[in-house]
């Protein structure tokens, strides 16, 4: 049944006023989301345990019943997932008392394909209750009448979609998307989740579990293994992704916990008005297994997008801001693994990106906008301010020079193409790194040079070897940062009136007390 709401959001277009209002980049005034009612409550079937379910669940799914509800919903309503009647478990001859049952064998599961949400239409997910994707390509068929193999779960080791860059033997002087060899034809994978409604709402203190480190079904490797099996040569692989949203207007996520994700969490594309409020992504929820390509939230050519008091640990960016998305605010969040706060690596028409009250623990990547030849443009107006970071490998990275990595290369590889990275009005101030690391901040020539302003930016222990500037325009105020030292050729560096060319001169930096907790 019902658990007890963390309250929620945007419904039917209209904000529900509460004391939690944000102002920032995004335009909309956005309140912590408040749950609607239900229309239906489906109750759970199956017993799950971690990311496992009991071996007999395997071979059914509960796709059809959830769908039918959804398509039966009304808008402002939402379709309940709550936990069942307890079954018991036991071996030949051995009894149970039914009070001990109840206890230890609660029916908490669900198992789907596919399954997409109607407009205005929430999927409602109970504390306790995990809705697992199944183990099975064939149930997220992108078109199961259509022609061609059945792409979904499998990999081409065959083919390279790396960057050509001027050092590749014989690169032609075109774009890399006219260089690599065309997507291969068959029949790929759908989302676990599809969104492309209006004011639809994912909401509940339960947990979507995509199991991206369970094997495949027909194939002797899991979802993440075959991807990192594709990295070497970039190859292309077909794996799903958690929930894609597009034309999704007014959409909510809100209070849900997104586990073992195949591929990127929450991938939102043109839409007008999202918010994610209280999210809590983790992938891999078995720390040391590697699951590659797996990023948090992805928004791409929207506007008006908040994600707020959320929790991120992840294979890849935490955040990733693609191209094309104008007023987007990220507001007290709080990453662990994953490669940091980023832009990129598709950046043009990128403006009015606020970042306020973010920790980072454990990032490859703390401030990052990446790009290159092939996917740059025009960026601009971008503040990252009141950052927290330790551990992080690369705590800022504006870089021209993106090329597949984890974490940025201090020189340009030479990817072929004309879309140059330009970024223009990026502003960061009150960002304390509790250890050391590197900074690379660099334009592409003199033609897009990278114009930044820098006020009370203290990396612990930076020292001028770390700091990597080229076609730059700093303005620099109350920072341990040696740019001055670093700064030679194509890097011009103010500092404010006061302030000596000296890492040794420190600023008072933003106190971090506190913002180191466990993730939630």
Request: aromatic letters at 6%; hydrophobic letters at 35%.
């Amino acid at each position: 049944m019902r658990t007890q709401r963390l309250a929620a959001i945007l419904f039917g277009g209209i904000f529900a006023a509460t004391a939690f209002a944000v102002h920032a980049q995004d335009t909309r005034t956005v309140t912590k989301p408040v749950i609607p009612p239900s229309c239906t409550v489906l109750h759970a079937e199956k017993i799950g345990n971690a990311e496992k379910l009991d071996a007999q669940y395997e071979t059914s799914t509960d796709t059809k019943r959830i769908q039918s509800a959804i398509d039966a919903c009304k808008s402002g309503q939402a379709v309940e997932l709550a936990t069942g009647k307890p079954v018991c478990p036991t071996l030949p001859g051995e009894t149970k008392p039914m009070d001990e049952c109840r206890a230890a064998f609660p029916t908490n599961a669900f198992m789907t394909g596919s399954i997409e949400l109607r407009e205005g239409v929430t999927l409602l997910v109970d504390k306790g209750v995990t809705l697992y994707a199944s183990r099975d390509p064939k149930d997220f068929d992108s078109d199961p009448n259509g022609t061609g193999p059945l792409l979904c779960g499998t990999w081409k080791p065959d083919v390279s979609r790396a960057y050509i860059t001027a050092k590749d033997p014989g690169a032609a002087p075109v774009a890399p998307s006219k260089a690599i060899p065309p997507p291969v034809t068959g029949r790929g994978c759908k989302p676990l989740i599809s969104i492309n409604v209006k004011n639809a709402a994912i909401m509940g203190e339960g947990t979507i579990d995509a199991r991206g480190g369970s094997q495949i079904i027909g194939h002797d490797y899991t979802w993440w293994q075959m991807a990192r099996a594709a990295e070497p040569k970039q190859s292309p692989y077909y794996s799903g992704r958690m929930i894609t949203a597009s034309h999704a207007d007014g959409l909510i996520v809100y209070g849900i916990h997104l586990n073992n994700a195949w591929n990127c969490h929450l991938c939102v594309g043109a839409t007008n008005g999202f918010t994610a409020w209280d999210v809590h992504l983790q992938t891999p929820t078995v720390k040391g297994t590697d699951a590659r390509n797996t990023d948090g939230i992805d928004p791409g050519s929207s506007t008006n997008v908040t994600v707020a008091y959320s929790w991120i640990d992840n294979g890849d960016d935490n955040i990733a801001v693609k191209a094309n998305v104008q007023h987007m605010s990220v507001l007290h969040n709080h990453f662990y693994d994953g490669h940091g706060m980023s832009v990129g690596s598709e950046v043009v028409n990128d403006s009015f990106l606020y970042v306020d009250d973010l920790t980072e623990d454990h990032t490859t990547s703390g401030v990052r906008v990446k790009s290159n030849n092939a996917k740059g443009g025009a960026a601009h107006d971008f503040t990252f301010k009141n950052i927290c970071m330790r551990n992080v490998q690369v705590p800022i990275a504006i870089s021209p020079y993106y090329n597949n990595g984890t974490t940025e290369d201090f020189t340009d590889p030479g990817v072929i193409g004309d879309r140059i990275p330009d970024y223009k009005g990026m502003h960061l101030e009150n960002i304390t790194d509790l250890t050391p690391g590197p900074v690379l901040i660099a334009g592409k020539d003199a033609d897009h040079i990278t114009e930044v302003t820098l006020k009370n930016v203290t990396i612990q222990g930076i020292t001028p070897d770390q700091v990597h500037l080229n076609y730059d325009d700093l303005k620099v105020e109350g920072s341990n940062i040696p740019f001055a030292e670093a700064a030679k050729g194509n890097a011009t560096v103010k500092l404010a009136k006061g302030d000596e060319p000296s890492y040794t001169k420190l600023p008072l930096p933003l106190s971090c007390e506190g913002k180191f907790v466990p993730y939630q």
